[in-house]
């Protein structure tokens, strides 16, 4: 066999294993919302049962979108997942795949009736010390409209089937930017804060960093360092498949390990144009 013919072979084998991964996910995703509308309704959804491998507390709602996830994942290719509630989980001993999940990113507005919550699945090939670099697959999904958001790595990114792009930057003045902030860092984001037109703040970042991906907000900046890799491992690769760039306040790559759970600050913007200028800006 040539070397050619097996370096195409492997190719075709990888690109069929993405296409099953990213199926994988739209499986979990319908099933999902369903599940988590029946909970809701219930009335169940809100009773804290615990604390969760992040260290806060877990409502029922998260466990029973967590429960979900991982039956299904568990019945299907080799992972290794890292999740919200129950943290580092090898369901096999020897992992093929990562999926850095949060089964549901934005769980108060899901509770409060607020239109705003995702299912975010990242995966990528399982290796000791693997990154959010090595994403290599995104699905993030608003369980409340349907609406879904996919990415594979340098093959773009999609809202709904249609490819994403990024758009031309608007003047940092005309800017709608989603901040993340506390009392002690306000500081720090006051030159930004005069430099913009409108701030957003919705409650679920893996929604809004895609909304991001999609020219709908500008930016997306979160100082806090309370941001965990869960919630973004997967919107990350949306924004930069679509042409953006997400970074630390530094500009340096986020460097976050996909085998435990990480918080971090982020800085994200849907062209490098406006990423650039706004993290001038926070370092000046």
Not at 163 to 178: F, G, H, N, Q, Y
């Amino acid at each position: 066999m040539s070397r050619c013919f097996r370096a195409k072979n492997y190719k075709v084998r990888h690109q069929s294993k993405l296409v099953n991964l990213l199926n994988l996910a739209r499986k979990v995703g319908a099933e999902l919302r369903s599940v988590v509308r029946e909970a809701l309704e219930s009335g169940e959804a809100s009773r804290e049962v615990g604390i969760g491998a992040d260290g806060t507390p877990t409502e029922a709602i998260d466990k029973i979108a967590e429960n979900v996830v991982m039956k299904r994942l568990s019945e299907k290719e080799a992972f290794f997942v890292l999740s919200e509630e129950a943290g580092s989980v090898a369901l096999t001993e020897e992992p093929e795949y990562i999926a850095v999940v949060d089964p549901i990113d934005g769980s108060y507005n899901a509770l409060h009736n607020l239109p705003f919550y995702a299912l975010s699945i990242a995966f990528a090939p399982y290796r000791e010390g693997a990154s959010l670099a090595d994403v290599s697959v995104a699905y993030v999904l608003n369980l409340y409209s349907g609406d879904e958001f996919t990415a594979e790595r340098g093959k773009g990114a999609w809202y709904n089937g249609r490819r994403i792009r990024s758009v031309e930057a608007r003047k940092l003045s005309k800017a709608t930017v989603c901040i993340y902030s506390t009392p002690q860092s306000v500081g720090t984001l006051m030159p930004l804060l005069k430099r913009i037109k409108r701030v957003r703040t919705l409650g679920s970042a893996a929604l809004e960093l895609c909304h991001v991906a999609r020219g709908d907000f500008d930016a997306f900046v979160d100082v806090r360092t309370y941001l965990r890799n869960i919630d973004i491992a997967a919107a990350k690769l949306v924004v930069e498949e679509a042409g953006g760039a997400v970074t630390n306040m530094q500009g340096a790559p986020l460097e976050a390990s996909l085998l435990r759970i990480e918080r971090l600050n982020i800085v994200a913007a849907h062209s490098m144009e406006m990423h650039g200028e706004i993290v001038k800006i926070l370092r000046g």
